[in-house]
Nanobody, 113 residues
Framework: QVQLVESGGGLVQAGGSLRLSCAAS????????MEWYRQAPGKQRELVAV???????SVADSVKGRFTISRDNAKNTMYLQMNDLKPVDTAVYYC???????WGQGTQVTVSS
């Protein structure tokens, strides 16, 4: 089994930054891609960013140029650096692995205007 634990969420003013972390443990051989999703109140969960085992990345158009995904395989940890945050970024952010096969519990990000 794979366990994912997010941290780093919180309340920030518009224009501010946060860095989310996702620590993975367990059957690490089952993990290839790692992803960040988010779900805002009343909206469907959306894919924010993906990183492959080799480091290739992709981010949603809505966050391109502001969010950066990275991973440290030695620490079994993935990150989401979020800059120039906007109120529309307010959501619960979820860490996932292997295209949604495994999920963390989520961390709240709230951006005030």
């Amino acid at each position: 089994q794979v366990q994912l634990v997010e941290s780093g969420g919180g309340l920030v003013q518009a224009g501010g930054s946060l860095r989310l972390s996702c620590a993975a443990s367990g059957s690490m051989f089952k993990i290839n891609t790692m992803e960040w999703y988010r779900q805002a109140p009343g909206k469907q969960r959306e894919l924010v960013a993906v990183i492959g085992s080799g480091g290739s990345t992709s981010v949603a158009d809505s966050v391109k140029g502001r969010f950066t995904i990275s991973r440290d395989n030695a620490k079994n940890t993935m990150y989401l650096q979020m800059n120039d945050l906007k109120p529309v970024d307010t959501a619960v952010y979820y860490c996932a692995a292997s295209r949604g096969a495994y999920w963390g519990q989520g961390t709240q990000v709230t951006v005030s205007s």
